[in-house]
T-cell receptor, first 115, second 110 residues
Framework: EPEVTQTPSHQVTQMGQEVILRCVPI?????FYWYRQILGQKVEFLVS????????KSEIFDDQFSVERPDGSNFTLKIRSTKLEDSAMYFC?????????????FGEGSRLTVL | QKEVEQDPGPLSVPEGAIVSLNCTYS??????FMWYRQYSRKGPELLMY????GNKEDGRFTAQVDKSSKYISLFIRDSQPSDSATYLC??????????FGPGTRLSVLP
């Protein structure tokens, strides 16, 4: 069964360092998303991406964050200068539906720990 | 008022019980409603997907949407210990992004 894959599964970094989280969405999907979940808290929307550009972003997704689809398969989330409060699980998701009405499939997540 | 509200639990039930999980929402424009199951330290997994009001059944799971009351439910029949997880409701208006409830933690005791 097709699935969304994410790497790394866990990354530990020092505050102020740059981090890149990688995702391979399901191959025929067109809409890509990043969500985060701080331990014990709700899943929060960060950004959606369609047709090689950001379609929507939340207030969490500030100038320290960026997304890119560098080739036909990868979808990356970059955090330029990590802060302690960036420690969370980051989930990539993809969808094949009409604008945001399709089923959303999640990866297993990348755990980011900022020290 | 929060956009989507969900009792965080924890909810503990004995094996074989019928479980009822619920969400209320405030945005009447929501049209698509989903239930996700999330095991500890794993990504949310889609369980049920419904459009507008009505019921949908899949095996032991039944999803119910009542748009007039802005209320959705997930019923789990013959609950199993393997159903122990956090259940997230999610909903969306056409053209917008998914809004998740905070999740209900369920424990099914053998």
């Amino acid at each position: 069964e097709p699935e969304v894959t994410q790497t790394p599964s866990h990354q530990v970094t020092q505050m102020g360092q740059e981090v890149i989280l990688r995702c391979v969405p399901i191959s025929n999907h067109l809409y890509f998303y990043w969500y985060r979940q701080i331990l014990g808290q709700k899943v929060e929307f960060l950004v959606s991406f369609y047709n090689n550009e950001i379609s929507e972003k939340s207030e969490i997704f500030d100038d320290q964050f960026s997304v890119e689809r560098p080739d036909g398969s990868n979808f990356t989330l970059k955090i330029r200068s990590t802060k302690l409060e960036d420690s969370a699980m980051y989930f990539c998701a993809s969808s094949d539906g009409l604008a945001n009405t399709g089923e959303l499939f999640f990866g297993e997540g990348s755990r980011l720990t900022v020290l | 008022q929060k956009e989507v509200e969900q009792d965080p639990g924890p909810l503990s039930v004995p094996e074989g019980a019928i479980v009822s999980l619920n969400c209320t929402y405030s945005n009447s424009a929501f049209q698509y409603f989903m239930w996700y199951r999330q095991y500890s330290r794993k990504g949310p997994e889609l369980l049920m997907y419904t459009y507008s009001s009505g019921n949908k059944e899949d095996g032991r799971f039944t999803a119910q949407v009542d748009k007039s009351s802005k209320y959705i439910s997930l019923f789990i029949r013959d609950s199993q210990p393997s159903d122990s997880a956090t259940y997230l409701c999610a909903m969306i208006n056409y053209g917008q992004n998914f809004v998740f409830g905070p999740g209900t933690r369920l424990s099914v005791l053998p």
